[in-house]
Nanobody
Framework: QVHLVESGGGLAQAGGSLRLSCAAS????????MAWYRQAPGKQRELVAR???????NYADSVKGRFTISRDNAKNTVYLQLNSLKPEDTAVYYC?????????WGQGTQVTVSS
């Protein structure tokens, strides 16, 4: 099993930055894929960024060039750096892990961007 704990959300102004952290209960290098999703009020949960065990990453078109996903194997942590924030980035951000044919989710962290 994989236990995920997010942190780092909060309030930011448009154009500002935040960094989200997702601490995993096992080595992130051993996890098939980790990702960040987000869900805004009244909308479906959507993929924001993903990193697979080999290190490849992919991003939603809406965040390319602004957000960066990375991992620290020594700290068992995956990060999401959010730059050039926009009000439409406001959402609850969830950490996700795919491991051994199972899926795991964190509890979510709120990101609010004011205009």
């Amino acid at each position: 099993q994989v236990h995920l704990v997010e942190s780092g959300g909060g309030l930011a102004q448009a154009g500002g930055s935040l960094r989200l952290s997702c601490a995993a209960s096992r080595n992130v290098f051993s996890i098939n894929a980790m990702a960040w999703y987000r869900q805004a009020p009244g909308k479906q949960r959507e993929l924001v960024a993903r990193i697979i065990s080999g290190g490849s990453t992919n991003y939603a078109d809406s965040v390319k060039g602004r957000f960066t996903i990375s991992r620290d194997n020594a700290k068992n942590t995956v990060y999401l750096q959010l730059n050039s924030l926009k009000p439409e980035d406001t959402a609850v951000y969830y950490c996700y892990a795919q491991y051994a044919l199972s899926e795991y989710w964190g509890q979510g962290t709120q990101v609010t961007v004011s205009s």
